[in-house]
């Protein structure tokens, strides 16, 4: 092999990719890390954001309603998913059209979704319309604080459980048929057939979207900063949107740094979890 | 199952396809009906709730008329740019990773690994702050650059690279074929399923993006759709019926997308999810 022109060949294939990855990716990590380290005044490397986050009222009660919010969304998106993948993992008529129109939101931008559901969800809109006749009182959705945060469950739920269900389709899709078959001649019912043998053989794609969507989740952006600003009263603040106030609103950018070292270092946690549920014990003995 | 069974599990099906799609709907009708008849049909319900009972392109023309046109005309160019730029140095990229014998490919492929694990929006802001200084906010490159650095793109092609069989590039050398032959004529041509599956990634991306484009590109000229839909009332004060009219064309045109790709998306999805 032409051993001159060797690194330039790989080079020309590699260069673009990987200036892009780093300068784009991981160079703003890195300056993240150190601009937080940075001190408010004077020079050199301190804790100071770090201390002043973590006794700042608004950053604690945001990543106590990201806590909240996580808690709910994540369990409630993955059981709707998968009690649609299972729903929908049948050969009916049409079924590609029903399962496209679950999928559609996701292609939506998010912050078209946050528009129309800002308007759906007015006083005097459509959703209330419908609440009224169901026979209950109008409700405040956004604008109370007790029903704010649901309300941005509900927007984000519609736009993400169709991708989930979209995973977990393709998941039970690869079970064997002949599980089920072999349940059934035990006698299983229905409800055991789905316990001991599509949960079991879901579990990898589980364990996926499972952390997929809690790293989703701690993103979630637009919907909080066009319909309530993490309002009222701090009710919605979630992580994303107490980042970008104190970076752009408030003109912080070092605590606003900090911010996002703890964030990605709970991404990076969770996904981390992740890679060691995958390899469960089982495998290993294989 | 029985029959009763199965109408029974059609119908629930067809009824939770409906709901999803319902809003989708909603903004439809509304985009095409007068603007006092939004809100007008709902207390009580009646068929007119979800039909239009008068049928209006005006709105639409206005839209079109307007600077929302500019923000669409941004997106679509962005959008392009940044797909046709990503996919050509992703599949280069992957193609190194996958076939070129090199020192450092294992250290290289953990650094695109861990690219994509750090979320983008998550370190937008700190990315803000690198490219303020290199002027360029309010550029067409500072809103195409963070969209074209994809490593799942990457990560995608390669593992797709890999299942090509390495025979194929042996009688291609033989034959005094170089890497970029390779690459071009061999490898390109036998992966159009991956590449489009990694288009859709870049695709994606770029139309969905909202954060990176409210801070990079804040000025009327270079305005996302995204970014210019959430922003409406600055432009149109409370005018639903443009802000339905621009809803659904920001949204039909990724609509479209999926319905026209889904197999290349299910594709990548079984990638990502399933498998190693």
């Known amino acids: 092999m032409d051993r001159l022109r060797q690194p330039l060949t790989i080079l020309a294939f590699l260069g673009p990719a990987l200036l892009a990855v780093v300068l784009l990716r991981l160079w703003p990590a890195v300056f993240a890390v150190d601009l937080s380290l940075r001190p408010p005044r004077g020079e050199g490397y301190s804790l100071e954001n770090y201390q002043f986050i973590f006794t700042d009222p608004q950053f604690l009660n945001s990543l106590v309603v990201t806590a909240i919010y996580s808690l709910i969304v994540n369990p409630l998106q993955i059981a709707i998913a998968l009690a649609l993948a299972v729903l929908m993992n049948v050969a009916v008529p049409l079924i590609g059209l029903w399962r496209t129109m679950v999928l559609l939101p996701v292609a939506i931008p998010q912050s078209v979704s946050a528009v129309v559901w800002g308007v759906g969800l007015r006083p005097d809109g459509p959703v209330n319309a419908l609440v009224q006749a169901l026979g209950f009182e109008p409700q405040r959705f956004l604008t109370s604080p007790d029903q704010a945060l649901a309300s941005i469950i509900l927007i984000v739920s519609w736009i993400g459980v169709g991708y989930w269900m979209t995973f977990l389709l393709a998941g039970l899709q690869e079970i064997p048929r002949t599980l089920y078959e072999a349940a059934r001649i035990d006698g299983a019912s229905r409800w055991q057939q789905f316990r001991y043998v599509t949960l079991p053989q879901l579990r990898r794609t589980l364990t996926f979207v499972l952390v997929a969507n809690t790293v989703a989740n701690f993103l979630v952006f637009a919907p909080v900063q066009i319909l309530t600003q993490g309002g009222p009263q701090g009710s919605t603040n979630l992580i994303m949107n107490e980042i970008y106030s104190q970076g752009f609103v408030i003109g912080d950018a070092r605590s606003a740094a900090a911010a996002t070292v703890v964030l990605v270092s709970f991404v990076l946690a969770v996904v981390s979890i992740q890679f060691r549920m995958m390899r469960a014990p089982e495998d290993e003995e294989r | 199952m029985t029959a009763a069974e199965r109408v029974l599990r059609t119908l629930t099906i067809a009824a939770c396809g409906l709901l999803f799609f319902l809003p989708l709907w909603w903004v439809t009708v509304s985009a095409v009906r007068p ?102 906010q309010n550029t067409y490159t500072g809103l195409i650059l963070p969209g074209i650095g994809n490593g799942l793109a990457v990560f995608l092609l390669r593992q797709f690279f890999l299942g090509i069989p390495r025979e194929l590039r042996e009688a291609a050398m033989i034959d005094g074929m170089g890497w970029f032959g390779i690459f071009w004529r061999i490898y390109v041509p036998l992966s159009v399923p991956a590449l489009i599956s990694a288009g859709l990634i870049l695709f994606v991306f770029q139309w969905q993006a909202y954060l990176w484009p409210l801070i990079i590109a804040p000025a009327p000229d270079y305005k996302v759709a995204a970014v210019a839909i959430a922003q409406f009332s600055d432009f149109y004060g409370t005018n639903y019926s443009l802000i339905f009219a621009g809803s659904f064309f920001v949204s039909i045109i990724p609509m479209l997308v999926l319905v026209v790709f889904q197999r290349f998306f299910a594709a990548s999805i079984a990638t990502s999810g399933s498998k190693d």
């Open chain 2, 35 to 136: 603007q006092e008849e939004i809100f007008a049909f709902l207390s009580p319900l009646s068929p007119w709730t979800l039909w239009p009972r008068n049928v209006t392109l005006a709105h639409v023309v206005e839209l079109w008329s307007g600077p929302f046109a500019r923000a669409i005309f941004n997106s679509m160019y962005v959008t392009v740019v940044t797909v046709v730029i990503g996919l050509v140095i992703s599949a280069k990229a992957g193609f190194a990773l996958a076939v070129l014998p090199f020192r450092f490919r294992e250290g290289v492929f953990v650094v695109i690994v861990v690219s994509f694990l750090i979320p983008f929006d998550a370190i937008a802001l700190p990315l803000f702050g690198i490219m303020r200084g290199y002027g360029l």
